[in-house]
């Protein structure tokens, strides 16, 4: 005959399923005695809860070191998992279904599971029962006294099966949760009539003064397996607090952030509420300015009783509009929850509705043959029955709202304009100890300032203080991550504890134990260690302080803009700019010069901080290094001469070409697309932007330049402006260079001063009639390339064959040519009306193609040195003649193919 079953109490349903939730909230793998204990105590009543108040238990504290113990034990499973208990938490149960059997009762209730957790040993409970002074016997002599004293017995139901078990119960209360968990989100929650409230707010009352056996007639609550009270309060869950956040409460709980510089904004805003009609204030301003932070300020305004009579008992409710339309599959259901929430509003007028990004009330809810939810809350508005706080930016609301004009009229505008420098600073401090409480960190007042100036400066695309704030956030989050890493010698330490112990269990099982003894001093000795060891660790962690070089390596990371202190390193790699790039651009002095001068100004903060880091144009004829330099510049900078935005303005002649750098206008084809000026700078802000013959462009791109020289930004056709203040700038030019080409046929090794002179006069009053006079008077300089001498052409054919030497490293290969084949090759290879350009065809068409055919035929084997030399007699057709002999041995793992040509990567010097 099997054993009578005890049936539960709507208490004992109530513990078993908030254990579950409570098992869900600290992400545990199953539900454990903790679990049960804390829905015990949330409860709120209960004989077992009175039992423990009767022995002066601290309920709140036991509750606390509940959940942190329930914390210690969570894990990573996912949270909507099929919680079941942990074979504690079965014994437990066992255990209480037992003990109701053993003292001869129908019911087992709350009282039995905590007469169970004292009793049963090892369930992770008793070192903190024992703190509390928890005894069984005391709770038992409580538990009897009140039952003796009531003698009251829960109603019985000929609907409920009798003698469940309480496995059965549990299995019951997670199956009806999963299905109530499918029920559609309003089932009840229109529900809301006078007359309805009134009812349950009297059941409601009734039933909290009832003991845990009420209601236990109720079918719908044994069904669902929950107590009734909890479908109670779901029922009087009202509308607005189930899809919004009361800032009242979040205010005088603390859990909003002070607001610092704006009481005018709140002032102008509290003016507009305190209106008869039309007291809707809107708030517009760009992303980022703070517009959500105003209308906590009024909250924490409204907290502190600093607000007029009017507005005293007033609360702000923040309306979350994508969880009031999530989940309405029906038509009709959207339109019904809203109107249920203006109902609600219209009873409680101290109310008033905050609702963010106020434009896409426009469209909202919205479907065919139904009414979208600006439309709904049009006549609500209008009469004044509802005040309402919008928030959205001025694009948006002139480009959603302006439209509706019987929407917008209902709300009075207040711009919300960016906080200046020194009042982001302020702000900052004002904020910086919840920041420092989060990452256990502190700021110093330099990485406030550096965080306000430089996101300011160089964070163009977003708004004070809101960035600056997340530079604030990310650098403390960055500090705290690598302060929490583990010190790898702590880990070895913990690794050869670990081993310890295992040796030590070994010499255990053979009874060495003198072995062990000395193996257990050993290991308390590094036990001492580890202690030590994490004791530092953890004052390093609480050390962390956030400095203003700190702040500036988390600008430079993002923006790519080396915003630093300049190091010795780049010191002196700095002032060694000129011969640096002097090693792959051929003479040109002043032009390195000029450069050198203009990248140093910038790296020491001495240039106009709204300028472009040094703009130049520079003049010369055809293959003289002009657009050689702007890639060297880049290499030099960026590691390679890839890292340049090079537009061709041969390109950009027409009139209609100027929508392709900055992008089409609204109505022409292609006008999402972004434009290939301003796209490559807004990506790559610290570059190099090289014009290439900016005189072959049409007059409007000067006109379009004009900004990007005097004032360092750029505005696209979609309106966002693109910052030019970290760019170098640099316009190349033809102009006024064909008298001087007349003149410079032949070479000249010493070209006298007059020389110069004569040809800038030349090249200067050509550019007066080719560029407008503004254009000039923007540039910083005007650099004029002289043509190249035999010296310089000769440095060139060094270089390019040492770019064909690299070339053949890989082969074991090595060529050298003869000062006589140098000075053949600069002959047949240049032009003083193509500069130094007919140099590389010469070098292809004289060594590398006959070098080719001799690898081919392998006459040149890995390992040789080929020698080249050229006739002696100049007025004869030019001809190379090829030596190959073996390399030397020193040679061949040289890393460098010749060490008397220059060491820089070779490449043309002409444009």
Avoid at 515 to 533: A, G
Wanted: proline content about 5%.
């Amino acid at each position: 005959m099997p054993q009578k079953q005890p049936n539960p109490t709507p208490g004992y349903r109530y513990v078993l399923y908030g254990a579950k939730v409570a098992a869900s909230e600290f992400g545990s793998d199953f539900i454990n005695p903790e679990h049960y204990l804390i829905a015990m105590l949330r409860r709120g009543n209960g004989l077992a809860l009175s039992a423990l108040k009767a022995c002066e238990v601290d309920v709140q504290a036991l509750l606390k070191s509940l959940i942190d113990l329930a914390r210690e034990k969570s894990s990573s499973l996912e949270k909507n998992s099929l919680y079941i208990p942990s074979e504690e938490s079965r014994r437990i149960m066992e255990s209480a279904r037992q003990l109701c059997l053993d003292r001869n009762e129908n019911h087992i209730g709350t009282e039995h599971l905590l007469l169970a957790m004292i009793k049963e040993p090892n369930t992770g409970l008793n070192e903190i029962l024992a703190e509390y002074k928890i005894d069984y016997d005391r709770i038992e002599a409580v538990v009897d006294s009140s039952k003796n004293r009531f003698k009251a017995k829960p109603q019985q139901d000929s609907s409920e099966p009798k003698n469940q078990d309480p496995f059965d119960v549990l299995n019951n209360v997670l199956r009806d949760a999963i299905r109530e968990n499918l029920h559609k989100v309003g089932e009840n929650e229109n529900e809301d009539s006078d007359e309805e409230s009134d009812n349950e707010n009297s059941n409601a009352d009734n039933s909290s003064e009832q003991g845990e056996n009420e209601d236990a007639s109720d079918p719908r609550a044994r069904r669902l397996g929950r107590p009734p009270r909890m479908e109670g309060a779901r029922r009087n869950k009202k509308l607005l607090s189930q899809f919004s956040r009361d800032l009242t409460k979040l205010a005088a709980d603390g859990k909003i952030d002070p607001v610092v510089g704006r009481d005018d904004e709140i002032q102008r805003m509290m003016q507009v509420l305190c209106r008869r009609r039309k007291n809707n204030p809107v708030l517009l301003g760009e992303a980022g300015v703070g517009k959500t932070a105003i209308v906590e300020g009024l909250a924490n305004f409204i907290v502190e009783g600093k607000v007029p009579d009017l507005l005293s008992d007033c609360k702000i409710y923040s309306l979350d509009l994508g969880a009031l339309v999530a989940g309405t599959k029906f038509r009709g259901e959207f339109e019904e929850r809203l109107d249920g929430i203006l109902r609600e509003l219209r009873r409680e007028p101290n109310i008033i509705l905050f609702i963010d990004e106020l434009h896409t009330m426009l469209g909202t809810g919205h479907a065919e043959g139904s009414l979208d939810a600006s439309s709904i809350i049009k006549p609500a508005l209008a009469r004044g029955e509802l005040r309402c706080i919008g928030a959205t930016t001025a694009e948006e609301y002139r480009k959603f709202m302006r439209k509706d004009t019987a929407f917008t009229r209902r709300f009075q505008p207040i711009d919300v304009e960016a906080p200046s420098v020194p009042m982001a600073i302020e702000i900052m401090e004002a904020l910086k100890k919840y920041y420092e409480e989060h990452h256990n960190v502190s700021y110093s007042h330099e990485a406030i300032v550096n965080a306000v100036e430089l996101s300011s400066r160089y964070i163009t695309d977003r708004q004070l203080p809101d960035k600056a704030i997340d530079l604030l956030d990310e650098a403390g989050a960055s500090a705290k991550l690598k302060s929490s890493v583990r010190p790898a010698e702590i880990d070895a330490l913990q690794k050869q504890i670990k081993e310890f112990n295992n040796q030590i269990d070994e010499h255990g099982k053979l009874e060495e134990y003198e072995v062990c003894n000395d193996l257990k001093k050993q290991r308390e000795q590094m036990e001492e260690d580890l202690r030590s060891k994490m004791e530092q660790w953890e004052a390093t962690k609480k050390a962390s302080v956030i400095t203003g070089e700190d702040i500036a390596e988390l600008v430079s990371k993002r923006t790519h803009i080396p915003v630093t202190k300049v190091a010795a390193d780049e010191s002196r790699r700095l002032l060694a700019l000129e011969k640096t790039i002097a090693q792959r651009v051929v003479s040109q002095k002043d032009a390195l010069n000029a450069l050198g001068r203009a990248i140093r100004r910038s790296r020491a903060g001495l240039k106009d901080p709204n300028r472009p880091m040094a703009s130049f144009l520079f003049l010369g004829p055809t293959g003289v290094g002009k657009t050689e330099l702007a890639k060297a510049l880049a290499e030099f900078m960026f590691g390679s001469d890839e890292s340049m935005v090079r537009i061709d303005m041969s390109e950009y002649n027409e009139r209609i070409s100027l929508t392709r750098l900055i992008g089409a206008p609204p109505g022409y084809v292609g006008h999402d697309g972004p434009g290939q000026l301003t796209e490559k700078v807004r990506t790559h802000p610290y570059s190099v932007v090289l014009f290439d013959e900016i005189e072959k462009a049409c007059p409007e791109v000067f006109n379009l330049l004009l900004q990007v020289l005097d004032d360092g930004r750029l505005t696209d056709a979609t309106g966002n402006t693109v910052d030019f203040r970290n760019t170098i700038i640099i316009m190349t030019s033809n102009a006024g260079t064909r008298d001087l080409q007349k003149n410079s046929l032949g070479f000249s090794d010493s070209r006298p001063a007059v020389d110069k002179t004569f040809i800038e006069t030349k090249v200067k009053a050509a550019i007066k009639t080719t560029f407008s006079p503004e254009f000039l008077n923007r540039l910083d300089e005007t650099l004029i390339f002289s043509p190249l001498s035999m010296s310089d052409i000769e440095a060139i054919v060094g270089i390019m064959v040492g770019r064909v030497n690299e070339r053949l490293l890989s082969r074991e290969i090595k060529i050298e040519l003869t000062p006589q084949a140098i000075k053949r090759l600069c002959v047949d290879g240049y032009a003083p009306e193509f500069g130094a350009r007919p140099m590389r065809r010469a070098i292809q068409k004289h060594i590398e193609d006959p070098l080719s055919q001799y690898i081919l035929e392998g006459k040149v084997p890995p390992g040789s040195l080929v020698s080249i030399d050229a006739e002696t007699n100049p007025e004869s057709e030019l001809a190379l003649k090829f030596e190959i002999r073996p390399l030397p041995e020193s040679e061949k793992s040289a890393t460098n193919p010749d060490e008397n040509l220059p060491q820089k990567e070779p490449v043309a010097t002409g444009e």
